[in-house]
């Protein structure tokens, strides 16, 4: 049978698989596994990292299978699906007639409950806010009150409660959101290189008003005059073009590579790190590149080869995304990465993004305005906590945060400051809902 | 799939079953006109909603119990008169019988034994009429590899679907003369709602979604019985080669 992990497979705690089909299971499914283990959580595709998808029982409800659209409205792009559909899914469904995401992660297996419950926040962050603020309802189910209509207007205590709440408010069980709308499925894209964190800020604060897509890569290794280096790329999706009128909206090929299975030790070390990451960055010759691009490598670099994440091996390995208000952004930012070279650990993609000042309806909504760093680290226990420590503090002494979404070690005591509101999801929580995340940061 | 080509108007009969979801929505997709037979009203009416949007250009719906064999010729004249002919008609219903109940529970088996082959039965004769008159079409059913070979743990269903085969085999003997095809489906492990408390390996579990693709593949190549995933075909050969001394011995 299977057993489900995280994304990072660390924490290793397999989850038991529960399946719910249809919205009048949920309450049979749940309650069955509440009986013998008092609590569960809702899995949708597992694409967080830490343990914020973990249940502390270890039985999860899984949704996949309900994963029906309920209603979609083409001529205002207003859909509305059971929570389990997947993005990849609804992409290929509207992308055909004219419609994409409002907003996406980096990668589209992701459930729709799974986007609300981490208020998903993608590279237009800086002019769309987060995927929270294209919800115009949603259906909870909730054990306590059975399922409950709820947006801006109708419980919104719930409402706000339920985007960016971690799962714990109740059981999404369909959600509308309104479309945006492309011409074609192509995106025009930019990529300039640049040599340090200054010529960052300078290129988001030139590009990012003029362009939807806005993100950069750096090469987290590189040290003394190379620090900060890396590229910068922007995007916007390309118009029609009168003279192909039939290829205009057209769905990426199905072509995935696939890691069979765990390879006995982690694939990746200091050594194929720096290697790689020196690569990239002189991969682009020329300073600034311009192409059209097809909008799945644009959107979903990684999503092409499935199961990237068994690279690690069995120890897992673990995200770290921050993000650093606007005010203090260069500078802590330069910091963090400083600390990192030092440890000589560090990603394949460290991934910064600057983030706008729209706000989220979610009360526990990640991104703020100002800067996001996120990056991934293999696990190793002792190297990654003395790491993270230090990364914490200095996070920490600027009033950023951590993403819950992505996170498996921050500390009760950083979580609580950070995200004062918890105290209102606390008291709003399904008590038959309950991750291990939570249990962490809260207890 | 040459969408011109392809057939566009499907009767599905048991169309809230998880694998009859995942072919509907691959007709649905390519445009088809789409008649959905199943005994849940509300389920049928979320689905209609759901392969509307993917591409469906018509869903009409029919609620109906397996054992209302009274309302057999209803359904098939509702389903005629909605879209003139019906290329393709997919009976994808059935139960997975507790075998252990079985033994002791004979109420129980008879049931279990009736919904999976005599109201199968019941519709094949209904429809294969009503395609005999038509001169043209598929029918098309799903079995189960558990046809194959009888076994200790679950014979009840393996017997039912037996049933369905030889009737199956014969009754394509009979339409195949009057141009009309029969293709028996029989799929392994697939992770469906009927088969979500089980067990089952997970190496040797198909999504609803790929056997889907082979069913619609099935269909339009006019194959006469399709193994869902092919490696079943295999394991299946190697089960009804082990001799009976040795069979009757294993706990399958
Ligand atoms: C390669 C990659 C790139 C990513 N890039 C980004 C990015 O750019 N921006 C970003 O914001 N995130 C990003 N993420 C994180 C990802 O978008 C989120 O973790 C997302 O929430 C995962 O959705 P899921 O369906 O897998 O949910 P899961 O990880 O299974 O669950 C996430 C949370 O949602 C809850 N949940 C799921 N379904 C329901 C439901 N129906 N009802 C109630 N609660 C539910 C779970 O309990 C859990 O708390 C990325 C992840 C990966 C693997």
Same mark, same amino acid.
Not at chain 1, 22 to 25: C, G, I, L, P, V
Not at chain 1, 308 to 313: A, P
């Given at each position: 049978m299977v057993e489900l992990l995280s994304w #990072?497979?660390?924490?290793r705690q397999p989850q038991h698989p529960h399946a719910v089909f249809?919205?009048?299971?949920i309450s049979h499914v749940l309650g069955k596994i509440v009986e013998t283990n008092k609590t569960s959580l809702i899995y949708g595709m597992g694409r967080s990292y830490g343990d914020s998808c973990l249940a502390v029982s270890n039985q999860v409800v899984t949704t996949q299978g309900m994963d029906r659209i309920l209603a979609a409205d083409w001529e205002t792009g207003v859909i509305f699906a059971q929570a389990g559909l997947s993005f990849a899914e609804l992409i290929q469904i509207t992308l055909p007639r004219g419609w994409f995401l409002p907003v996406t992660p980096g990668t589209k297996y992701v459930s729709l409950g799974g986007a609300v419950a981490n208020d998903v926040h993608g590279k237009n962050h800086h002019v769309m806010g987060t995927f929270g603020r294209h919800i115009l309802r949603l259906f909870l189910y909730r054990s306590d009150e059975g399922i409950v209509e709820c947006s801006r207007h109708i419980r919104s205590d719930l409402f706000v409660a339920t985007i960016g709440g971690l799962g714990l408010s109740g059981v999404i069980v369909a959600v509308e959101f309104q479309l945006r709308p492309i011409e074609t499925s192509r995106i025009n894209q930019t990529s300039i290189r640049f040599g340090g964190l200054t010529e960052f800020f300078q290129l988001t604060a030139s590009h990012d008003h003029t362009h939807e897509y806005t993100v950069a890569w750096i090469d987290c290794l590189a040290t003394g005059q190379n620090a900060g280096r890396g590229h910068y790329i922007m995007g916007n999706h390309a118009k029609a073009d009168i003279a192909h009128t039939h290829t205009q909206l057209t769905l990426a090929p199905h072509k995935r590579m696939k890691i069979p299975f765990d390879p006995p030790f982690s694939l990746i070390n200091t050594l194929s790190l720096r290697a790689f990451n020196t690569l990239y960055y002189h991969k682009q010759q020329q300073k600034q590149i311009s192409r059209c691009v097809s909008y799945d490598p644009f959107f979903?670099? $990684?999503?092409? $080869?499935?199961?990237?994440?068994?690279?690690? #091996?069995?120890?897992g390995f673990q995200q770290y995304q921050c993000v650093i208000p606007q005010r203090d952004g260069q500078t802590a930012i330069a910091d963090i990465m400083q600390e990192i070279a030092k440890s000589g650990s560090g990603s394949f993609l460290a991934v910064l993004k600057q983030c706008g000042d729209i706000i989220s309806p979610g009360l526990l909504s990640f991104p703020m305005h100002g800067v996001s760093l996120a990056l991934d680290f293999p696990q190793h226990d002792q190297k990654n906590t003395q790491l993270f420590n230090r990364l914490d503090r200095l996070v920490h002494e600027v009033g950023g945060r951590l993403y819950p979404a992505k996170d498996a070690h921050m500390s009760a005591e950083h979580f609580q400051q950070a995200y004062p509101q918890w105290q209102q999801i606390e008291a709003m929580r399904d008590p038959r809902l309950f991750s291990k995340f939570w249990q962490r940061v809260t207890q | 799939m040459n969408a011109t080509l392809s057939p566009q108007n499907i009767l599905i009969i048991g169309a809230t079953s998880g694998i009859a979801e995942a072919v509907a929505r691959r007709y649905a997709s390519i445009g088809a006109n789409l008649f959905l037979v199943a005994r849940n009203s509300k389920k049928l009416a979320i689905i209609s909603s759901d392969l509307i949007a993917r591409g469906a250009t018509n869903v009409q719906l029919f609620v109906l119990n397996?054992?209302?064999?009274?309302l057999l010729p209803q359904m098939v004249e509702q389903a005629w008169a909605a879209f003139g002919i019906i290329n393709v008609a997919l009976i994808a219903y059935g139960t997975l019988p507790d075998q252990t109940r079985a033994e002791t529970d004979l109420d129980y088996a008879i049931t279990e034994f009736r919904t999976n082959a005599e109201s199968v039965i019941a519709c094949l004769t209904i429809l294969a009429n009503r395609f005999e008159t038509q001169g043209y079409g598929v029918i098309s059913v799903i079995g189960s590899v558990a046809s194959d070979r009888g076994r200790g743990s679950n014979y009840v269903y393996g017997s039912a679907k037996s049933a369905i085969e030889s009737f199956t085999s014969g009754l394509r003997s009979r339409l195949y003369k009057k141009g009309v095809h029969v293709l028996l489906i029989k799929p392994g492990f697939v992770a469906t709602a009927m088969t979500a408390n089980l067990n089952l390996p997970e190496k040797l579990t198909a999504s609803p979604e790929s056997v889907a693709i082979n069913i619609q593949n099935a269909i339009s190549h006019r194959k006469n019985v399709v193994y869902t995933p092919s490696f079943w075909a295999f394991i299946m050969l190697i089960i009804k080669l082990i001799p009976n001394i040795i069979f009757k011995r294993l706990s399958l």
């Open positions: #990072g497979r660390y924490p249809w919205a009048d299971e979903y670099p $990684l999503d092409s $080869l499935k199961h990237w994440n068994r690279i690690y #091996g069995h120890a | 397996a054992h209302e064999y009274d």
